[in-house]
């Protein structure tokens, strides 16, 4: 079955595109119906902390084509390094982190735990960033784009991505809105 998702003036097919995933318990299940905007290995200091982990693999996706199919789960605020937060999805039941969204697009995108997907190995990173605060002992292939810190994204997404990013701007815009709003 073909379904053609359409934001604005950009039409993305998801036929024979599907991905799931889920937390442990199986109480969270979800699907993503597009491939990911990106995906971003981080090596931040705060993403080891909030992982547990030496980095965190995240496949950054609109909110929009990820539909649940279980559960809801909680939604945790916690500290990150902009002084604004994130909010980390996680099972109410086995506690394992399944997406977050940070504060730059707030709910309008979704930063999926790859490791929480039934195929993860589909996802390898796009880019390693923050790189320089990597733990010693990991070693980045030469061929793999990596980067001291953050990047410019119209350096490295690809043109589709850049224009799916176009067409939830203005959502983005008017949740970044709010929260001046709030202050």
């Known amino acids: 079955m073909s379904v053609i998702k359409t934001r604005s003036s950009i039409m993305i097919t998801t036929s024979n595109f599907s991905n799931e995933g889920g937390c442990n318990c199986k109480y969270i299940r979800y699907r993503m119906e597009a491939k990911p905007l990106f995906v971003h290995c981080c090596h931040c200091r ?3 902390r909030e992982s ?3 980095f965190a693999l995240n496949a950054m996706i609109e ?5 649940n199919l279980g559960g809801e789960p909680d939604l945790i605020n916690t500290p990150s390094n902009s002084g604004l ?3 980390i999805a996680r099972c109410p039941k086995c506690k394992i982190a399944v997406w977050s969204h940070y504060s730059g697009a707030g709910p309008i995108v979704k930063f999926v735990r790859v490791g929480t997907l039934d195929n993860p190995d589909a996802y390898p990173p796009d880019i390693h960033i923050f790189t320089q605060s990597k733990q010693p002992w ?4 030469n061929d793999v784009t990596a980067v001291s810190e953050y ?3 119209d350096a490295f997404w690809p043109s589709e991505s850049l224009k799916r990013r176009e067409a939830i701007l ?3 815009t008017a949740y ?5 709003s709030k202050n």
């Not at 909110?63 to 539909?67: E, T």
């Open 170 to 172: 203005p959502a983005i």
């Open 151 to 153: 990047y410019d994204r």
């Open 85 to 87: 937060g994130q909010l």
């Open 176 to 180: 970044q809105a709010t929260l001046k």
């Open 138 to 141: 990991v070693k980045i292939p």
């Open 46 to 48: 705060w993403c080891q």
């Open 63 to 67: 909110s929009d084509f990820v539909v």
């Open 52 to 54: 547990g982990a030496s």
